[in-house]
T-cell receptor
């Protein structure tokens, strides 16, 4: 089944404790992104990647890191989480021109930082 | 700067009704528009993707139309069912290769049995 997977789905952590949210897609998509969703603010892009070793900042990159060492994986790293990073996080992927850039989303990771 | 608006923010209708959800965007120069469904606390499920050269797309009871010149898209749901209750989001990809979708705030739809 074609899908984007994220782990963990739920995470409660404390301020300053480094964490990684994994994202993997099995559709051989070139493009991958991370978004966060907050009430009243909608979906905001954190980082994106156009291919292996090619990443760039989205609208709200502060406090986050990403890497793209393999085409299928795009982990999101919070080096020192803070309470304002409590949010619902989504990983997304899309194929390029041939696939019309249809965007597929993962199931989400609900992060709580205390 | 592209902005996407969805009105109303919430809609409640009886089961069986046909309904229309609206999405408007400020810049008509888009590459495509995508409709998503989101259940509470869950991920986004792609419903329909309309390329800028297309006027509409259909999937089952869903039909999405696109009028680029007026900056509008509609999602038509026929014979609504309680299982259709969810938040519906539209998103615009501004140009080919753009790496960010611009989302509307969504319409929270409730279908009453």
């Amino acid at each position: 089944e074609a899908q984007v997977t994220q782990n963990p789905r739920y995470l409660i952590t404390v301020t300053g404790k480094k964490l990684t949210v994994t994202c993997s897609q099995n559709m051989n998509h070139e493009y991958m992104s991370w978004y966060r969703q907050d009430p009243g603010l909608g979906l905001r892009q954190i980082y994106y990647s156009m291919n292996v070793e090619v990443t760039d900042k989205g609208d709200v990159p502060e406090g986050y890191k990403v890497s793209r060492k393999e085409k299928r994986n795009f982990p999101l790293i919070l080096e020192s989480p803070s309470p304002n990073q409590t949010s619902l996080y989504f990983c997304a992927s899309s194929v390029g021109t041939g696939g019309g850039y249809e965007q597929y989303f993962g199931p989400g990771t609900r992060l709580t930082v205390t | 700067k592209q902005e996407v608006t969805q009105i109303p923010a919430a809609l409640s209708v009886p089961e069986g009704e046909n309904l229309v959800l609206n999405c408007s965007f400020t810049d008509s120069a888009i590459y495509n528009l995508q409709w998503f469904r989101q259940d509470p606390g869950k991920g986004l499920t792609s419903l329909l993707l309309i390329q800028s050269s297309q006027r509409e797309q259909t999937s089952g009871r869903l039909n999405a139309s696109l009028d680029k010149s007026s900056g509008r898209s509609t999602l038509y749901i026929a014979a609504s069912q309680p299982g259709d209750s969810a938040t519906y989001l539209c998103a615009v990809r501004p140009w080919e290769g753009a790496q960010k979708l611009v989302f509307g705030q969504g319409t929270r739809l409730t279908i009453n049995p």
